[in-house]
C-alpha cells in the first residue's frame, strides 16, 4: 500500500504534514524526504495527522520520532493528531507517547493552542 | 522448514532483500489470512510483525544492494499461526538485543523486535549451518 503525504500551513509558522495509507520499511523514506525539504528551523510547529494512517511500523515511527527531536532541537512544537487504534497501539508498545502531545481530535488540539495562545498573552500582559 | 504435526496448512513465498518486496508479502498475508476465522487486529498484528521480521533481515542481515533472498513459510493449525523466515545471511539474533531508549537513540534499531515480542506468544532463533531461522508463533485467543 503506498503512502500518501500533504503538507499544508498552519498559522503560527507550523505546518500540518498529513498522512495516509501505509508508513512502513518502504515507504519511510519518502516521508524523511519531504521532512529534510519542508521542515526547518522557521518552521515552529507541525502538527502530524494520522487520520488515514492505516499502517505504522517501526520504520515509519522512527522518523516521526526523527522530526520530534529535529523540532525540539529549534524549540518548537511537534504535535500527533487522529491516532487510529492499529497506529495507537504501536505508539504504546514502545510507550512512545510519554512527552509527546497527543490529540484525539482538531477541537482538543485546538482548544490546547487557545490555551497556549492565552498563556503567552497573560505573560506578556 | 520447520513443519509440525498440528500443522493443517502452510503456504510459502520466497522475497528479495529489497524494502519494496514488503508490498509482496502484505499481499501473501491478506490473501491466505482471509480464509481464518481471525479478528482485524489479528492480521493487522501479524502484517506487523512480518514487516518488522523482514526489515530486520534486510537492513541487518544482508549487504546493502546485494541480491539475496529471504524464504517465508506461513503455517497454521487450530491453535495458532506460525510464521518462518529463513535467510542466508551473516548469523544474526535479533532477540539478542536489548530494548531500545526511544527518547535517546533514534538511529538504533531494536525497535521492531519489541514489536515482534509483544504481539507474538513465541519466538525463536536457530542457526541452521549457513541460515538463520527465526520463527515466531500467534496463538487466536491472546
Request: a negative charge; aromatic letters at 6%; one cysteine or more.
Given at each position: 500500500?503506498?503512502?500518501?503525504?500533504e503538507?499544508?500551513?498552519?498559522?503560527?509558522?507550523?505546518?500540518?504534514?498529513?498522512?495516509?495509507?501505509?508508513?512502513?520499511?518502504?515507504?519511510?523514506?519518502?516521508?524523511?524526504?519531504?521532512?529534510?525539504h519542508?521542515?526547518?528551523?522557521?518552521?515552529?510547529?507541525?502538527?502530524?495527522?494520522?487520520?488515514?494512517?492505516?499502517f505504522?511500523s517501526?520504520?515509519?515511527?522512527?522518523?516521526?520520532?526523527?522530526?520530534?527531536?529535529?523540532?525540539?532541537?529549534?524549540?518548537?512544537?511537534?504535535?500527533?493528531?487522529?491516532?487510529?487504534?492499529?497506529?495507537?497501539?504501536?505508539?504504546?508498545?514502545?510507550?512512545?507517547?510519554?512527552?509527546?502531545?497527543?490529540?484525539?481530535?482538531?477541537?482538543?488540539?485546538?482548544?490546547?493552542?487557545?490555551?497556549?495562545?492565552?498563556?503567552?498573552?497573560?505573560?506578556?500582559? | 522448514?520447520?513443519?509440525?504435526?498440528?500443522?493443517?496448512?502452510?503456504?510459502?513465498?520466497?522475497?528479495?532483500?529489497?524494502?519494496?518486496?514488503?508490498?509482496?508479502?502484505?499481499?501473501?498475508?491478506?490473501?491466505?489470512?482471509?480464509?481464518?476465522?481471525?479478528?482485524?487486529?489479528?492480521?493487522?498484528?501479524?502484517?506487523?510483525?512480518s514487516?518488522?521480521?523482514?526489515?530486520?533481515?534486510?537492513?541487518?542481515?544482508?549487504?546493502?544492494?546485494?541480491?539475496?533472498?529471504?524464504?517465508?513459510?506461513?503455517?497454521?493449525?487450530?491453535?495458532?499461526?506460525?510464521?518462518?523466515?529463513?535467510?542466508?545471511?551473516?548469523?544474526?539474533?535479533?532477540?539478542?538485543?536489548?530494548d531500545?531508549?526511544i527518547?535517546?537513540?533514534?538511529?538504533?534499531?531494536?525497535?521492531?523486535?519489541?514489536?515482534?515480542?509483544?504481539?507474538?506468544?513465541?519466538?525463536?532463533?536457530?542457526?541452521?549451518?549457513?541460515?538463520?531461522?527465526?520463527?515466531?508463533?500467534?496463538?487466536?485467543?491472546?
Open positions: 500500500m503506498p503512502l500518501s503525504i503538507i499544508q500551513a498552519e498559522p503560527h509558522e507550523g505546518k500540518r504534514i498529513s498522512l495516509a495509507g501505509s508508513l512502513d520499511t518502504d515507504t519511510a523514506s519518502q516521508l524523511q524526504d519531504k521532512i529534510d519542508e521542515i526547518d528551523s522557521t518552521v515552529h510547529m507541525v502538527i502530524m495527522d494520522l487520520k488515514r494512517l492505516e505504522l517501526s520504520a515509519g515511527l522512527r522518523v516521526i520520532f526523527k522530526t520530534k527531536k529535529l523540532m525540539e532541537s529549534h524549540h518548537g512544537k511537534f504535535m500527533l493528531l487522529n491516532l487510529q487504534p492499529q497506529v495507537r497501539k504501536v505508539f504504546d508498545i514502545i510507550k512512545a507517547l510519554d512527552g509527546m502531545n497527543v490529540f484525539k481530535s482538531q477541537e482538543e488540539m485546538d482548544e490546547y493552542l487557545t490555551a497556549m495562545q492565552n498563556k503567552v498573552l497573560d505573560g506578556n500582559a | 522448514m520447520a513443519t509440525n504435526e498440528n500443522t493443517q496448512w502452510s503456504k510459502q513465498i520466497q522475497l528479495s532483500n529489497k524494502t519494496s518486496e514488503c508490498n509482496r508479502l502484505f499481499e501473501f498475508l491478506a490473501n491466505n489470512l482471509q480464509q481464518l476465522p481471525v479478528t482485524k487486529e489479528f492480521r493487522h498484528d501479524l502484517k506487523l510483525v514487516e518488522e521480521l523482514l526489515a530486520n533481515i534486510i537492513k541487518h542481515g544482508y549487504d546493502r544492494d546485494s541480491d539475496e533472498k529471504i524464504d517465508i513459510e506461513l503455517a497454521v493449525d487450530k491453535n495458532s499461526v506460525r510464521l518462518t523466515f529463513t535467510d542466508s545471511a551473516r548469523a544474526f539474533n535479533p532477540l539478542e538485543r536489548n531500545p531508549d527518547l535517546n537513540d533514534l538511529s538504533e534499531g531494536g525497535m521492531g523486535i519489541m514489536l515482534v515480542k509483544s504481539l507474538t506468544d513465541e519466538q525463536s532463533y536457530m542457526r541452521d549451518n549457513d541460515l538463520n531461522v527465526f520463527t515466531v508463533t500467534k496463538n487466536y485467543n491472546t
